[in-house]
């Protein structure tokens, strides 16, 4: 019987968190593509009908590593970026992160253990490629038991950004960023996750005017563009925390962040940072806020670093486009905050 190959471009955002080489939680997001390769049906003519493959792809993603922490597993059984390992009296996991960093507790339905296969050249291709396999066994073991013969899957990653603004007619580029973060209140099951996050990015609405290059303003320009570097530097490899979920510890002379919290759902989970051994990890902001993590209040939380940190920058940014994941978000406008810090609108 003839065979045949059907594709499904960008499915989906798939957000999740990740365990770095050093232990460091790490948000990413990727927008998945298949291709579906088997016989064409006698009857209907098809390999799969479209519209219920699309929906079983969806539910493998979300069944799969959707908001969960992925963490990766060597060839020897060892796990990246973790010591050691321990299931709690309330069957809950333990890892204890590298370099005494700290320990994160989870619901076994909250992480993802994915082989490593094969090296990569960067953190990017490492962590596509190994999922992309990952996914690939995933959804062909699944479809199998769904339709009862075999289908072969080919997976691509990919991280494409996509933007109710113009994402190509900005003054500023778009700058990404990455995040890990919980909401204990959210309504959605996989939010509630601690260890989950985001690949995400900014951008500003395209219409803004900067002087040219002979106007008096034009040493402004150049002091923004240096501002939006330090922005970009404060929004790497972030951790956001809401205030009420956080609690100091100290141990002789080592002091604890311990941030946690219980759902119905999911019961309890619990990430603990060492915030002596935090000093050796430069490339890591912990931000701490007085409301709930939601892009909504992030969004707020980043028009207000950039009117207090990027004085020159606000001035000329009045709109502000802030994603969670690639492909939704928050439209912020800042004009509150450059009324209240005395920044003048472009």
């Not at 260890?195 to 402004?220: A, C, R, T, V």
């Not at 100091?248 to 759902?265: K, L």
């Not at 009117?307 to 800042?334: H, I, M, W």
Request: aromatic share 10%.
């Amino acid at each position: 019987m003839t065979t045949s190959t059907i594709f499904f471009a960008n499915q989906n955002c798939i957000d999740f968190g990740f365990l770095r080489a050093d232990g460091c939680p790490i948000g990413y997001s990727v927008n998945p593509s298949f291709t579906l390769t088997g016989r064409i049906e006698e009857k209907e003519q098809v390999v799969i009908d479209f519209s219920d493959a699309k929906k079983k792809l969806k539910q493998f993603m979300d069944d799969s590593f959707d908001h969960r922490l992925v963490v990766f597993k060597n060839a020897d059984g060892s796990l990246l970026g973790v010591e050691s390992t321990e299931t709690n009296a309330e069957n809950r996991t333990v890892f204890h992160l590298k370099n005494a960093l700290g320990r994160i507790e989870l619901p076994e339905d909250a992480f993802c253990i994915v082989d490593i296969v094969g090296e990569s050249p960067d953190v990017d291709s490492f962590v596509q490629n190994n999922l992309q396999i990952f996914l690939k066994d995933y959804c062909e073991k699944a479809l199998l038991a769904h339709y009862g013969f075999a289908v072969e899957v080919q997976v691509k990653m990919a991280t494409l950004m996509m933007s109710y603004g113009d994402l190509n007619n900005t003054v500023f580029p778009t700058l990404k960023f990455n995040y890990v973060h919980g909401l204990k209140n959210s309504t959605s099951y996989g939010c509630k996750n601690i260890g989950h996050g985001h690949l995400s990015y900014l951008h500003f609405e395209h219409d803004i005017k900067l002087p040219d290059q002979h106007s008096p303003d034009n040493k402004l320009v150049i002091e923004a563009f240096k501002e939006y570097s330090h922005l970009e530097k404060v929004l790497t490899n972030c951790i956001f925390v809401k205030r009420e979920n956080l609690d100091h510890q100290q141990n002789g002379d080592e002091e604890f962040m311990v941030i946690s919290y219980s759902t119905e759902e999911r019961g309890f989970m619990e990430m603990t940072l060492n915030v002596n051994e935090l000093e050796h990890y430069p490339d890591v902001n912990i931000h701490i806020c007085d409301k709930e993590t939601t892009i909504e209040n992030l969004a707020e939380r980043i028009s207000e670093i950039i009117a207090r940190e990027c004085p020159n920058l606000s001035g000329f940014v009045n709109q502000l486009f802030v994603s969670e994941g690639l492909t939704k978000g928050c439209v912020y406008d800042r004009s509150a905050h450059q009324v209240k810090f005395g920044q003048k609108a472009a």
